[in-house]
């Protein structure tokens, strides 16, 4: 009514905006490190060790598990998130004097309630059996 130009000016406008979107994106960085951290401290290597050897304990191709390698034996390597690659081996007892020792390559993944197995390489060596099958 009084013919003042009351609009902002375009400048603190548009300096308005861009703060708002650095301090957002500043923001986002910060919490996706953060989860990222939380996710790689959230299990230790005792933890991803167990819930793998049980999953390669279940795997059809592994037959009568007896024991597993330990801890000190055993590599466990946290990739990404909350995925890990567990490397060690597994002895089983397919049958009676004969003793396997199979080496496994696992790529486990937790999703927040369960572990799941994404892959899984097997090697195996016998180490026992019958001495009259084995040729000199």
């Known amino acids: ?61 592994v037959r009568n598990p007896v024991g597993f390698s330990t801890i000190e034996q055993t590599t466990v390597e946290h990739w990404d998130g909350r995925r890990w690659r567990v490397s060690g081996y597994i002895d089983s007892r397919p049958g009676p004097g004969v003793k396997v020792r199979t080496l496994y390559f696992a790529v486990v993944l937790n999703n927040g309630k369960n572990w799941n197995l994404e892959d899984l390489q097997l090697q195996s060596m016998e180490f026992g059996g019958n001495p009259k099958s084995h040729k000199n």
């Open 1 to 61: 009514m009084c013919q003042r130009n009351l609009m902002f000016p375009k400048l603190l406008v548009i300096g308005g905006i861009l703060m708002v979107f650095g301090l957002l994106g500043v923001f986002l960085w910060g919490s996706g490190k953060l989860k990222n951290r939380i996710d790689r401290n959230q299990f230790s290597s005792e933890e991803v060790l167990k819930a793998a050897q049980s999953l390669v304990a279940q795997n059809p191709a």
